[in-house]
């Protein structure tokens, strides 16, 4: 069974530019989360989703982020304009409604100059 | 969610095992607890979780002590594979609640 899906995997960028994280969670997860982790800390949500819904956004900075997962499955990270402060590890995991083990991604790796 | 406390670094010899504590002591009785690990470069990974009573699972065992405001992780047989940071977090279980990470504990295993 196919994990957590995130692309890409690496991304540099002048800040300023916009940039976007791609993610698609296990088949048949119906919750979607993305994280924010810095360097030598844990990862911080950002935003949690039930199917296409936004139920948990209260620390997503929303005037440079946003987010979307438009039919409930696969969900973009977007990012703009990008901030040097932004550079980190943006994690996306899954899990099903009413279970609690969640399953991350890889993550991407976000540099920003 | 109740705050955890973890060491910030342990080491451990390969083939020994590693113990990793976590203190919980504001634990509520409707909170788990859970672990996690993340190895370099990659997401976190779900290791285990309890209520009160130890849990044992392919990865690893959990005590949680009786009046519950603390737990270890065992690892029977430490390899270098199992070289990550690893997270306590305790949490009520709802339907898609969020992990809340700490700063976890940097175990290194070494030959």
């Known amino acids: 069974e196919a994990g957590v899906v995130q692309s890409p995997r690496y991304k540099i960028i002048e800040k300023k530019q916009p940039v976007a994280f791609w993610c698609n969670p296990i088949s048949g997860h119906n919750t979607l989360y993305w994280y924010l982790q810095n360097l030598g800390q844990g990862p911080e949500l950002l935003i949690r989703?039930?199917?296409?819904?936004?139920?948990?956004d209260s620390q997503l900075p929303k005037d440079r982020f946003s987010a979307e997962r438009l039919k409930g499955v696969d969900s973009t990270l977007k990012i703009q304009p990008a901030e040097l402060g932004d550079s980190a590890v943006y994690l996306c995991a899954s899990s099903f409604s009413g279970t609690n083990e969640q399953f991350f991604g890889p993550g991407t790796r976000l540099t920003v100059l | 969610d109740a705050k955890t406390t973890q060491p910030t670094s342990m080491d451990c010899a390969e083939g020994r095992a590693a113990n990793l504590p976590c203190n919980h002591s504001?634990?509520?009785?409707?909170?788990?607890v859970y672990w996690y690990r993340q190895i370099h470069s990659q997401g976190p990974q779900y290791i285990i979780h309890g209520l009160k009573n130890n849990e044992t699972n392919e990865m690893a065992s959990l005590i949680i002590t009786e009046d519950r405001k603390s737990s270890t992780l065992i690892l029977p047989h430490a390899t270098l594979r199992d070289t990550a940071v690893y997270y306590c977090?305790?949490?009520?279980?709802?339907?898609?609640?969020?992990?809340?990470f700490g700063g976890g504990t940097r175990l290194m295993v070494k030959p």
């Open positions: 977090i305790v949490r009520v279980i709802l339907a898609g609640n969020m992990l809340t």
């Open positions: 504001t634990i509520s009785g409707n909170e788990y």
């Open positions: 989703y039930e199917n296409e819904e936004a139920v948990d």
